[in-house]
């Protein structure tokens, strides 16, 4: 299963910028994060295009700090400066801290339910 992120958009300086989908090499852009993740899903081969979606509400938590956030959203940026540029090492590790951090937020969601 491919690993799909969805970003706010923060190569423009409004909220109307939209979203940035991203899965391995592809990137897309849409007006709304769904929007942003079908156009992604045009680029996929079938393989790739298999996926679970969460989503979060982008806010600090005890899974993912503050600190954690400001810095991913400052790779984010540098990263989409650049975007002919592959992803820094550094940000494809706060990717995969907030994918863990998104394993362990669902735990403890299941674990409340139970």
Not at 2 to 12: E, H, K, L, N, V
Not at 46 to 56: F, R, Y
Not at 63 to 84: D, G, V
């Amino acid at each position: 299963m491919t690993t799909t992120a969805i970003f706010p958009d923060m190569s423009g300086t409004t909220p109307e910028s939209g979203f940035v989908a991203v899965s391995g090499s592809h990137r897309a852009r849409g007006r709304t994060a769904g929007a942003a993740l079908d156009a992604l899903t045009g680029q996929l081969t079938d393989e790739e295009s298999a996926s679970l979606i969460m989503v979060q509400s982008m806010q600090p938590d005890r899974f993912f700090n503050a600190a954690q956030k400001e810095r991913l959203e400052q790779l984010m940026q540098a990263w989409k400066e650049s975007p002919e540029t592959p992803p820094s090492a550094e940000l494809l590790a706060m990717l995969d801290e907030e994918l863990k951090a998104t394993i362990e937020r669902s735990k403890a969601l299941l674990n409340q339910r139970s």
